[in-house]
């Protein structure tokens, strides 16, 4: 519908037995209980978007296209969306190169939109999150300052799990992820009235 807020909730990491998609797919469900959202997953590790490595600026880029069916896909579905939930994982104190690949290629579909964060790790991906938020910047985003930083007890329990997981294990961080959903959908309601 019109007026419905759209999410994309973007899986991050595209390793071999990742962990990521369970917080992924747990947000998501979250988001989609919310009334008047859609929610979306955006999995990299499905999309398979090729490295970075097309010529000229994605910058310039004013109608979509950027030279390759993939790219060009995911530029639609990122430019559909009015808010994201970027799910990373914590690689030697960064986010991933998939999550980098997928933020440097497109660029006007990123623009003016809100952003959050859930992380998982040692500091619950506090590091690669930080990170993200100055990058967001620079794509023009909006990145909030709620986020979901899974502490270790949750991170070892839904490890166990295939995904879906059990969203009861995501109970401790229950009310952070409301926050951070409250204050995303604030920010992509102002900004999608502005855009
Ligand atoms: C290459 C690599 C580097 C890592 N570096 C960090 C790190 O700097 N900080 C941290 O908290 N965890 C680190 N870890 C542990 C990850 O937090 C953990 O493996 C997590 O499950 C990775 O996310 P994923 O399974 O969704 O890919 C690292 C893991 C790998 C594979």
Redesign the pocket.
């Known amino acids: 519908m019109e007026n419905n807020i759209k999410i994309g909730v973007i899986i991050?990491?595209i390793?071999e037995?990742?962990?990521?998609?369970k917080p992924g797919r747990w947000i998501l469900g979250e988001a989609k209980k919310i009334a008047g959202v859609e929610a979306e997953l955006i999995d990299l590790k499905e999309i398979k978007l090729p490295t970075y490595a097309t010529g000229g600026y994605p910058s310039a880029v004013q109608d979509g296209n950027y030279g390759n069916d993939k790219l060009n896909a995911f530029a639609k579905s990122i430019g559909s969306a009015d808010a994201f939930i970027i799910v990373s994982?914590?690689?030697?104190?960064?986010y991933?190169s998939a999550l980098k690949d997928a933020l440097d290629s497109i660029y006007k579909e990123w623009n003016n939109k809100p952003v959050a964060f859930i992380g998982?790790?040692?500091?619950g991906?506090g590091?690669?999150i930080e990170q993200l938020r100055e990058v967001a910047v620079e794509l023009q985003m909006a990145p909030i300052r709620n986020a979901v930083h899974l502490p270790s007890d949750v991170?070892m329990a839904v490890?166990k799990e295939t995904a879906p997981a059990d969203p009861e294990l995501f109970k401790p961080v229950a009310e952070k992820a409301t926050g951070m959903l409250t204050q995303l959908l604030w920010w992509a309601k102002a900004l999608k009235a502005v855009r």
């Open positions: 991050g990491s390793r037995g990742r962990f990521g998609d994982p914590e690689y030697n104190h960064g991933s998982y790790g040692s500091v991906g590091r690669a991170y490890m």
